[in-house]
């Protein structure tokens, strides 16, 4: 019963609840709060999955008549019969599968990411133009094309990349907002949020797993950065920005100020919600579900395998 309420658990956590979230409008105007929800719910999701497969493995491993667990598969299929000993072994399986394909996902994304990051940082550094500088910053490098590019590379080295284009189309106060923008991505370290919500993404199987969570997060993502470029500059000034960078481009790795979710966010900018208290209960409500869904689990998990633990030693 424990691995079949862990199992539903992890399907929900993967596929209708983040859905669900997904098609939400409020995580617009409480952005912090919905993305401590959706990390919430992509860790509870790793938790429940394992959680599903230590429960089967405390099934297959049932302590035998002299206490000590059975570890021979044929003693298992005495106990529990060829059926239900083939669909715990299966979905064993398929829990070790998900753990592995996270771990490799994980680690994929990242060597390549860094790799590409660094590759272009070498690059933008020698075709910096200084002299086409309007904005301060060691960080800040500006490409000599027509091309609008607005965008920020992460890292230990990071930089906020603009093009002659997107310079000519800025007023001091959108630039300042577009500044401001992009290091609000960097000093939240917003890549590594990513990147993590693209390996659980990968790490489970297509019918499954929602197809509008990346996307959600993405654009929730973008909305915090906003909020940071509000403060500097005003909505009007980053609402303009936005509009002028829609179109600005940026490579694989970087995060850009413009794209697909311009629109959304210039709509955000323009129409705040009256009620600011409504906000801030559902702000509350968002953080103690995601308290909620991270000590549930754990706590379920944790408690019964360190009874069993201890019942083990004890021998």
Not at 220 to 242: F, K, M, T
Not at 282 to 303: M, N
Request: some cysteine.
């Amino acid at each position: 019963m424990t691995a079949l309420l862990f199992g539903i658990l992890t399907v929900a956590l993967v596929g209708p609840i983040p859905e669900a979230l997904a098609r939400a409008e409020w995580p617009l105007y409480a952005p912090r709060a919905a993305m401590a929800l959706w990390q919430s719910i992509a860790l509870a999701a790793v938790l429940s999955a394992f959680s599903t497969g230590l429960a089967i493995a405390a099934h297959l491993l049932a302590p035998g008549p002299d206490g000590v667990p059975t570890t021979s598969p044929a003693a298992e299929i005495a106990r529990l019969g060829w059926f239900t000993w083939s669909v715990y072994v299966l979905a064993f399986a398929a829990t070790v599968v998900i753990g592995l394909r996270l771990t490799t996902t994980v680690a994929a994304i990242a060597f390549r990411t860094r790799t590409r990051r660094r590759t272009h940082r070498t690059l933008v550094d020698l075709v910096d133009r200084t002299d086409l500088r309007r904005a301060g910053g060691s960080d800040i490098r500006v490409l000599d094309v027509p091309t609008p590019l607005a965008y920020c590379l992460p890292g230990r080295r990071s930089r906020v990349v603009l093009s002659e284009g997107v310079l000519n189309r800025l007023s001091r106060d959108e630039l300042a907002a577009v500044i401001e923008h992009e290091r609000a991505h960097l000093r939240a370290r917003h890549d590594l949020v990513l990147e993590a919500f693209v390996a659980l993404h990968a790490a489970f199987p297509r019918f499954v797993r929602s197809k509008s969570a990346l996307s959600a997060v993405r654009l929730l993502i973008e909305a915090l950065a906003d909020d940071q470029a509000v403060n500097v500059s005003g909505r009007r000034s980053v609402g303009r920005a936005l509009v002028a960078c829609a179109d600005a481009t940026a490579p694989r790795g970087a995060m850009a100020m413009g794209g697909p979710t311009t629109v959304t966010r210039v709509r955000r900018l323009t129409h705040q919600p009256a009620a600011a208290q409504s906000v801030r209960r559902l702000s509350l409500t968002a953080y103690a579900i995601a308290a909620a869904l991270l000590v549930v689990p754990t706590l379920a998990v944790a408690i019964p395998w360190l009874t069993e633990l201890t019942r083990l030693l004890s021998h």
